[in-house]
């Protein structure tokens, strides 16, 4: 039987709006990081064929220029596409238990929100993107063709 390799792949697209306003900071060597989380919404059909809603709440960070970008287009209520990988960390709480979260280490975001100004109302949605290309460098020559849909062998 020939040995098969498991591809590494952790990938997660999600599409929500954003709980609160997100919150920027520097780590103590000047990287910028932001925080947030976001609701996405699924509709379904119950066993009586009534519809429902259910909520997800998903946290999201973004590092470097992705979090710059970040800072002064996002509020609470904007809706954004987040392309990224889930990541989980571990850290104390107040009353010294460890809490472990996974959330999303955002790749790229898309705003999806129209643009806020009455001049602004006969353009078109400010749906702009923005990557962080950060950790592509680590990626295998492989992985990478992958991510980016190459049929390359």
């Known amino acids: 039987m020939a040995d098969y390799k498991m591809p590494e792949l952790n990938s997660v697209v999600i ?6 306003d997100p919150i920027f900071r520097q780590t103590t060597s000047g990287t910028p990081v932001v925080n947030f989380s976001i609701a996405s919404n699924r509709r379904f059909k119950d066993k009586n064929e009534e519809w429902k809603e259910d909520v997800c709440y998903v946290g999201i960070v973004a590092w470097n220029r992705l979090a710059d970008s970040c800072k002064d287009r996002l509020k609470k209520g904007n809706a954004v596409l987040v392309d990224g990988e889930l990541q989980s960390r571990t850290f104390k709480t107040e ?12 790749r790229r975001i898309q705003f999806l929100n129209k643009r806020g100004s009455v001049a602004d109302a006969d353009k078109e949605d400010d749906i702009t993107t923005f990557t962080d290309d950060s950790f592509d460098a680590l990626l295998s ?13």
């Open 95 to 106: 009353d010294g238990t460890n809490r472990t979260i996974v959330e999303i280490k955002a």
């Open 15 to 20: 599409a929500g709006n954003l709980t609160k």
């Open 141 to 153: 020559p492989e992985d990478s063709d992958l991510i980016k849909g190459s049929n390359a062998k």
